[in-house]
């Protein structure tokens, strides 16, 4: 799977990528990522700005409860945070429901020494270890499967 952040900084090199796998078709899910990466940080922030000003508005009810003045406004204005944040966090969890199988569908990245191709056959061998072993006889666990009694 692509990381998040990789996708952010370089969305160019992973295009370049799905050019050389020859998966074009991948190419827009690219640009869905990154859209709606970018609606969940807009998300996010606005989160942590009403979090903020949940936390301020306590802050200055308590400075006016000290200080003798009315908390009415306040309360009011505090009051419908929670509910704008557990919506705006609905709406995080939606996004990243649409965004995980998009980024578990992009494929990693290719080392740059791997050729281009449009099948094995364009592989080049590198190198080979050892001798092929080729077998005409059947191995020792087909004997010994043949003479096991099945089970009717």
Same mark, same amino acid.
């Given at each position: 799977m692509i990381e998040l952040k990789f996708l952010r900084e370089n969305p160019d090199t992973i295009r370049k990528d799905l050019e050389k796998r020859k998966d074009t078709s991948k190419k +827009? #899910?690219? /640009?869905?990522? #990154? !859209? #709606? $990466? &970018?609606?969940?940080r807009e998300k996010l922030a606005s989160v942590e700005n009403l979090r903020f000003r949940r936390n301020q508005a306590s802050q200055e009810i308590n400075k006016a409860k000290k200080e003798g %003045? $009315? @908390?009415? *406004? #306040?309360? *009011? !204005?505090i009051k419908d945070i929670p509910v704008r944040v557990q919506e705006a966090e +609905? !709406?995080?969890?939606? @996004? +990243? !429901? *649409?965004? %995980?199988p998009i980024l578990m569908s992009l494929p990693n990245i290719l080392h740059d020494s791997v050729p281009y191709g449009k /099948?094995?056959?364009d592989n080049l061998i590198v190198r080979e270890f050892g001798s092929c072993l080729l077998y005409t006889s059947p191995s020792p &666990? /087909? &004997?010994t499967r043949s003479r096991m009694p099945s089970s009717a």
């Amino acid at each position: 799977m692509i990381e998040l952040k990789f996708l952010r900084e370089n969305p160019d090199t992973i295009r370049k990528d799905l050019e050389k796998r020859k998966d074009t078709s991948k190419k +827009t #899910l690219v /640009d869905e990522a #990154l !859209e #709606l $990466d &970018r609606q969940y940080r807009e998300k996010l922030a606005s989160v942590e700005n009403l979090r903020f000003r949940r936390n301020q508005a306590s802050q200055e009810i308590n400075k006016a409860k000290k200080e003798g %003045r $009315d @908390i009415s *406004k #306040l309360v *009011k !204005e505090i009051k419908d945070i929670p509910v704008r944040v557990q919506e705006a966090e +609905t !709406e995080q969890a939606k @996004i +990243t !429901e *649409k965004l %995980r199988p998009i980024l578990m569908s992009l494929p990693n990245i290719l080392h740059d020494s791997v050729p281009y191709g449009k /099948d094995s056959g364009d592989n080049l061998i590198v190198r080979e270890f050892g001798s092929c072993l080729l077998y005409t006889s059947p191995s020792p &666990r /087909d &004997r010994t499967r043949s003479r096991m009694p099945s089970s009717a």
